[in-house]
Every structure is written in structure tokens, then in C-alpha cells.
């Protein structure tokens, strides 16, 4: 089947902005989920968009989603160094009951 | 208020035996969903129960299996343990049925087998 696809690898400087992007399967999925996952921890729910929204903002976080494309987008303004994790975006399984993760993104953020 | 809890935090178990994982989720929730983590990959769904009913599988076999206690914490129990079967095994608690707000996360369970 399908997987949600993300690009692995995202290095960024300090004060820089990030930008993860994902591709999901299900047009119909209804929410879409980023979690952060920090070494040898386990998952944190960073923030969630609702399909009928394009755009989200809270606090650094902004999540953008192009339902047309499947496209979901995660942007961290000001970047800091603990902001480096793997970031992971999730959409329901088709029946709803779990999540689909894509296999993640590990964001590097140097001095 | 204590969040998703998971025991053991760590285990090493040789292949052929069996291990039981256990969780206790966030007071109130009814969901509790668990997960396969293979190192450089994301979670892979395994079960989630609902009212201690099984309301969804993920594609594992047989060997792995899960219940739900009345008070809603929830054992997974996985057989003749593969050198693949080495992992973080995740357990996420959800206050409904369907994932339509949110799964919280506990902090896992590593399991190794060698």
C-alpha cells in the first residue's frame, strides 16, 4: 500500500527557520498530526491540523496543508538546538483507529 | 496528572521466549493503542482495544497478541521471540474510540532479543 513520505535528513542553523514536509495517502484522513520524537524517548504530539483548515500557527509552530496535493508542511521559526529530534507526520488509519507514521525526519540544528 | 506508563523500560529476552509489556493510560481514557517501533522507522500499529474489546489490527502475526483490564490498562503479549521482533514498543491512550482528537504517548518499552 501507500506510505506517508517524508524527506529523512533536514540540517538547519540556529535562529534559521525549518521547513518538514510530508505526504499523506488518505484525501479523507481528518485530522493530520505532527509528533517530535527526542533520542531514546518516546512520542510527543507537537500539534495537529483539522482538514478543513489550510493553515495553523501556534506559537513557532505553523502547519501548512494543501488537501489537493496531500501535502502537510511543518515550519519552526527561530530554530534552537533543542529543537533537533525526529520529527514524525501521522494521518488515522483507514478505519481510524491508529495512526499511519511516515518514517520520519531527523532535524539537525547547529550553533 | 501522570501520563501514558509503560513497564518495563528496558528488557532483553533471547529468541523463542516470550515477553508481556505493560500500560496503564491517562485516567479517563478508554483507548489504548500500541505500537512497533523498529530502529530508523516510524511506529507500526499492532492492536488497539476500546472497553477491553479489540477494535483494530495491524498487519503482525500471531505470535504477538494484547487484552484490556477493566481498569484499562493493557498487556501486550508477544511469542517465540525473533531477532525482529527487537524494537520500542509504544503504547499510546486516546480518551475516545476513533483517533479524532489525539493519541498520547508513553515512553516506551525496549525490548531486545538476542
Known amino acids: 500500500g501507500e506510505d506517508v513520505e517524508q524527506s529523512l535528513f533536514l540540517s538547519v542553523r540556529e535562529g534559521d527557520s525549518s521547513v518538514i514536509n510530508c505526504t499523506y495517502t488518505d484525501s479523507s484522513s481528518t485530522y493530520l498530526y505532527w509528533y517530535k520524537q527526542e533520542p531514546g524517548a518516546g512520542l510527543q504530539l507537537l500539534t495537529y491540523i483539522f482538514s478543513n483548515m489550510d493553515m495553523k500557527q501556534d506559537q513557532r509552530l505553523t502547519v501548512l496543508l494543501n488537501k489537493k496535493d496531500k501535502h502537510l508542511s511543518l515550519r519552526i521559526a527561530d530554530t534552537q538546538t533543542g529543537d533537533s529530534a525526529i520529527y514524525f507526520c501521522?494521518?488515522?488509519?483507514?478505519?481510524?483507529?491508529?495512526?499511519?507514521f511516515g518514517k520520519g525526519t531527523s532535524l539537525l540544528v547547529t550553533p | 496528572d501522570a501520563g501514558v506508563t509503560q513497564s518495563p523500560t528496558h528488557l532483553i529476552k533471547t529468541r523463542g521466549q516470550h515477553v508481556t509489556l505493560r500500560c496503564s493510560p491517562i485516567s479517563g481514557h478508554k483507548s489504548v493503542s500500541w505500537y512497533q517501533q523498529v530502529l530508523g522507522q516510524g511506529p507500526q500499529f499492532i492492536f488497539q482495544?476500546?472497553?477491553?474489546?479489540?477494535?483494530g489490527r495491524g498487519n503482525f502475526p500471531d505470535r504477538f497478541s494484547a487484552r484490556q483490564f477493566p481498569n484499562y490498562s493493557s498487556e501486550l503479549n508477544v511469542n517465540a521471540l525473533l531477532l525482529g521482533d527487537s524494537a520500542l514498543y509504544l503504547c499510546?491512550?486516546?480518551?475516545?474510540?476513533?483517533?479524532?482528537?489525539?493519541?498520547?504517548f508513553g515512553p516506551g518499552t525496549r525490548l531486545t532479543v538476542l
Open positions: 482495544y476500546y472497553e477491553k474489546e479489540e477494535r
Open positions: 501521522a494521518e488515522p488509519t483507514p478505519a481510524g483507529y491508529a495512526l499511519n
Open positions: 499510546a491512550s486516546s480518551p475516545q474510540e476513533e483517533v479524532v482528537d489525539t493519541q498520547y
